[in-house]
């Protein structure tokens, strides 16, 4: 099945989300337990967040 041009583009997103995931995970070492703890809630928090879509997507796939 070909892909359409909306779905190129939300592919597209979601390899800019994880080039910024790979930004931030090279970072991590550099980083407090605090400063971890506080990126970690605060990624948790974002509305929506990566793991909510993921669900949504699938809930909406059945």
């Known amino acids: 099945m070909p ?3 909306e779905l190129i583009r939300m ?7 994880a080039a910024t ?3 931030i995970h090279a970072s991590i ?3 407090t337990t605090e400063e971890k703890t506080r ?3 605060y990624m948790r928090q974002s ?3 990566y ?3 993921v669900e949504q ?5 059945k």
């Open 3 to 5: 892909a359409t041009g």
């Open 51 to 53: 793991l909510s879509v």
């Open 39 to 41: 990126l970690a809630d």
């Open 11 to 17: 592919m597209n997103y979601v390899d800019d989300i």
């Open 47 to 49: 509305d929506p967040n």
């Open 29 to 31: 070492y550099a980083m």
């Open 57 to 61: 997507l699938e809930q909406r796939g």
């Open 21 to 23: 995931l790979r930004r």
